[in-house]
């Protein structure tokens, strides 16, 4: 079986360790297969984008030996792809007008039967139905999404593609196998499927990797001010550790191809931890 993988961080900000895990895991579990490594840019929510954040993720994972397949893609280049995907949609979707004020919680469907107002957002209808998938590392994991989630955005009330939209057909569109990302992501997986199912798509296989977190329990990311990483051998070495891999201490002192070399030829999905988040002291 071929396997197309990918890395599709948010240019929000400058990579952290946690995108280096993300990164490494779906990079490793692709080159271990014999597959492609994708790279692409989730900048469709242009307001959260940082200036210059893409081109410096593109150069640290260049420093850091981590060579993707074919041309970088950027979501804020691809709307016309998000509009004729919602466009198929039909039936499924309706324009809602609800403010977000008005909805607390779970969204129950309000607009169903027609907008009461200026419609603001596009909404899919959701199934009372139990959608469920066996995940590489976390196992089965199911959601209700009438019950768990609601109908949900598809285009956002200030215009932009919704993420749970863009991935789905980006993922469709390039061919993607495996989906390696990190555990955050794990229960927006059935609202994705549910995507794929309306629009005609196969699901892919999913691997969700612990995420890694600070001494407070809070995933790293922009907002908990995670520091920018060092492009170099020690954080490929460290991410390969949290991934389960068990480097030998030598691996720290080896050149960048010698460090991927090893961590390919002795990559283990099953050794990586079956959790969605490890508190690193670091
Ligand atoms: N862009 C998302 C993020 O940076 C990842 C999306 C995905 O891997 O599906 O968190």
Redo the contacts with the bound molecule.
């Keep these: 079986m071929t396997h197309v993988g990918?890395?599709?961080?948010?240019p929000?900000g400058p990579l952290h360790f946690g995108?280096i895990v993300?990164a490494t895991g779906?990079l490793l579990a692709a080159r271990a297969a014999g597959g492609k490594w994708l790279v692409?840019i989730?900048d469709v929510d242009e307001a959260r984008t940082a200036p210059g954040a893409a081109s410096e993720i593109l150069h640290v994972l260049e420093k850091l030996g981590m060579a993707w397949d074919g041309e970088v893609v950027f979501q804020s280049a691809r709307t016309r792809l998000y509009r004729d995907a919602l466009e198929s949609l039909g039936n499924f979707t309706y324009p809602c007008s609800c403010s977000r004020r008005e909805i607390e919680g779970i969204y129950r469907g309000t607009c169903r039967n027609g907008a009461r107002g200026e419609a603001r957002a596009i909404r899919i209808r959701v199934e009372n139905e139990r959608i469920a998938f066996l995940d590489g590392i976390q196992g089965e994991f199911a959601q209700n999404l009438e019950r768990e989630v609601g109908d949900f955005v598809l285009l956002r009330a200030d215009g932009y593609f919704a993420?749970q939209l863009a991935?789905v057909v980006d993922?469709e569109e390039q061919g993607v196998t495996h989906?390696v990302?990190?555990a955050?992501?794990l229960d927006?997986t059935p609202r994705?499927i549910r995507l794929q199912k309306c629009l005609g798509f196969d699901t892919p296989a999913y691997a969700h990797l612990p995420v890694a977190a600070n001494e407070h329990g809070e995933k790293l990311s922009k907002q908990t001010q995670a520091s920018p990483v060092e492009p170099a051998v020690p954080v490929l070495f460290r991410a390969l550790g949290f991934l389960g891999q068990n480097p030998p201490d030598e691996l720290l002192d080896a050149d960048i191809p010698s460090f991927w070399n090893w961590a390919i030829a002795n990559w283990d999905m099953e050794k990586v931890p079956k959790t969605k988040m490890i508190q690193e002291n670091a």
């Design positions: 990918r890395f599709a961080p948010s929000t995108s993300a779906s692409r989730e993420y991935v993922d989906v990302r990190g955050d992501l927006s994705q």
